[in-house]
């Protein structure tokens, strides 16, 4: 039986406060009885760029999750992520950066970077073999936690592009690429998530999944089938689901039920955005053309053709040309204080608080270095309207984040 809820929420205790309360009434048989047994939270921590940029799974929603879970009683949670291979491959923590780690800390539970897990072999096309993490298969209770996004090589990112990284390694996610959308769909058949959780809070629309701007809905899917799923987003960013490159193979298999068609057309959404469509360049989509793109993969692939394209000078003209959606910026953000001044803070109701994973007393609290509790996501300096909370130390990355979204996030914040 299909089961899809849809849920709107606007700050961390309402965020908690949806989770736990849908979780407890619809999907708790789905937990494991056996408290001790293990738990994997898998979310879309595609590269270092924070939730609030419409590109990675938000702390407040896995730290509404994590909560549950242990109030329930679990012991042995996990939170996984195989990140994005040019991070990957550059020796970059996106882990670290998106501070998943520091929450998991908080919380007295493990992040595991999946890259590095041990690995259990899975089916590609033409008799290609891959590896996915083996503590994806072994978890009593799986939870995929993607991002709600458009993605310019299949259409959107949701519950079934998510499972890549599931992925062992950059030399498995390079072999999805050889045929993308039927690869995805194998990883599928092999990693079955008990349960989705969709971050649609701040989604990302355009030319997704790192070039896109941040859309606010607001909203949370819960769910246990991650085709009805994906197409019920379609149908919430008004994209019609045949243009996912993802559940059109999906169709072209015959998974795409009368029975899902029926649930998701009958589903009684009462809101809807209109997602920009992900648009790539001319290059980009030339060489990202599914019939073209083995053949870039080709050439790609060596060792020679990848050692240049991790200089710097060709990484921006990648960039610029729009074939790399991400910069990799070696310098890493170092936090030593975060102040407020109440005197600017003026008429705004505390929006600062609202972002705080885990429920932090601010603008109160920040007085000099970071608070007991505070994971230094840096949410609430991203989205401070009026400029009341000072930054000391060193921006590092989240430099080129501010400036790219800054101005975006305070507004629709």
Known sequence: MIRFDAVKAEGVRAIKKAVAETLAAKYKDIFPADKG??????????????????????????????????????????????????????????????????????YGIRALDLNYSEKAEVEFENG??????????????????????????????????????CLVGQENKKKTHLSLASNILNINKAVRPHLHIVDGLFAMEGLGPTRGTPIKTGMILFGN?????????????????????????????????????????????????TFAPPKAGPIAYFIHNPKRQKYFLAVRNTRLFDAICSTDIVGKLLFATGLRQD????????????????????????????????????????AGPPPAGCVECMYCY?????????????????AEQMRQYGDLIRRIA
């Open 128 to 165: 290609v073999k891959a590896s996915v993490a083996r503590e994806c298969l072994d978890a009593a209770l799986l939870i995929n936690m993607p991002k709600m996004k458009t993605h310019f090589e299949v259409g959107m990112s949701v519950c079934l592009k998510n499972l890549m990284g």
């Open 225 to 273: 089938d991650p085709f009805a799923i994906d197409m019920m987003v379609a149908r919430i960013a008004s994209f019609g689901w045949r243009k996912v490159r993802t559940l059109a193979e999906a169709e072209r298999r015959g998974l795409i039920t009368p029975e899902r068609e029926r649930f998701v057309d009958d589903y009684p959404l009462d809101v809807s955005f």
């Open 382 to 398: 991203c989205i401070c309207p009026k400029g009341a909370i000072s930054f000391g130390g060193k921006m590092g990355f989240l």
């Open 327 to 366: 910069v990799f910026i070696a310098d890493e953000m170092e936090v030593d204080t975060l102040t407020a001044n109440p005197a600017k803070c003026g008429d705004c109701p505390q929006k600062c608080a609202a972002f705080c994973p885990t429920g932090l007393d601010i603008p109160r609290t920040l």
């Open 37 to 106: 047994a293990p738990v994997l939270i898998k979310p879309n921590l595609n590269s270092n760029m924070n939730a609030l940029t419409g590109n990675t799974t938000d702390l407040r929603l896995l730290a509404a999750v994590i909560e549950y879970l242990k109030k329930a009683g679990h012991t042995d949670i996990a939170i996984g992520e195989g990140t994005n291979s040019g991070f990957y491959r550059s020796g970059i923590n996106v882990i670290s950066r998106l501070r998943v780690d520091a929450l998991a800390r908080h």
